[in-house]
Nanobody, 117 residues
Framework: QVQLVESGGGLVQPGGSLRLSCAAS????????MGWYRQAPGKERDLVAQ????????TYADSVKGRFIISRDNARNMVYLQMNSLKPEDTALYYC??????????WGQGTQVTVSS
């Protein structure tokens, strides 16, 4: 069974930084492409970053490109999201999961990121 536990969110001022962590289990982690999603109130969950199984490639949504960095540590079954130059529009509940996971799939509780003065 897949388990995903996100952590590291919080309240930060615009321009600040946060580092999110995701602990994954129940996956063949080193063979799995992983990503970070976010969902703001009233909006659908969007994939904002993904990383290849070995960390060999990364992709980002235009909205976060140049500000966020996704990374992973396969020895620890961990995925990270370094978020820099945060903006109020980055405020959302952030989740980790495999790309293409449907809404009815297995999701963690997410971690809340709030960017506000």
């Amino acid at each position: 069974q897949v388990q995903l536990v996100e952590s590291g969110g919080g309240l930060v001022q615009p321009g600040g930084s946060l580092r999110l962590s995701c602990a994954a289990s129940g996956l063949t982690f080193s063979m799995t492409v992983m990503g970070w999603y976010r969902q703001a109130p009233g909006k659908e969950r969007d994939l904002v970053a993904q990383i290849g199984a070995l960390g060999e490639s990364t992709t980002y949504a235009d909205s976060v490109k140049g500000r966020f960095i996704i990374s992973r540590d396969n020895a620890r079954n961990m995925v990270y999201l370094q978020m820099n130059s945060l903006k109020p529009e980055d405020t959302a509940l952030y989740y980790c999961n495999r790309p293409y996971t449907p809404p009815s799939g297995v999701w963690g509780q997410g971690t809340q990121v709030t960017v506000s003065s």
